[in-house]
């Protein structure tokens, strides 16, 4: 059973971070790509950004030079770290990979 568990979600002030988590179980991570999505309300989910197998990293353009995506294959875990944030990344975070979809973790940022 393939399981995707987001953590790390929260309320902060902009121009504050937060760093997301992704632990994966179930599929031998370190052969897949990961993905980011978010889904503001009232939106289509989109793509944040992607983390290859091989540990190369694409972003969207609303969010390069903000956020990182890291892996650690040993944890079976995909990080995503967030800086500089701004009230319009106020989302419900998910984790992607191969047609398997985490919860989501809500980011709220609000003064």
């Known amino acids: 059973q393939v399981q995707l568990v987001e953590s790390g979600g929260g309320l902060v002030q902009p121009g504050g971070s937060l760093r997301l988590s992704c632990i994966v179980s179930?599929?031998?991570?370190?052969?897949?790509?990961m993905d980011w999505y978010r889904q503001a309300p009232g939106e289509q989910r989109e793509l944040v950004g992607r983390i290859t197998r091989g540990g190369n990293t694409n972003y969207a353009d609303s969010v390069r030079g903000r956020f990182t995506i890291s892996r650690d294959n040993a944890k079976n875990t995909v990080y995503l770290q967030m800086n500089s944030l701004k009230p319009e990344d106020t989302a419900v975070y998910y984790c992607?990979?191969?047609?398997?979809w985490g919860q989501g973790t809500q980011v709220t940022v609000s003064s």
């Open positions: 179930g599929i031998a991570f370190r052969m897949y790509a």
């Open positions: 992607k990979t191969v047609g398997y």
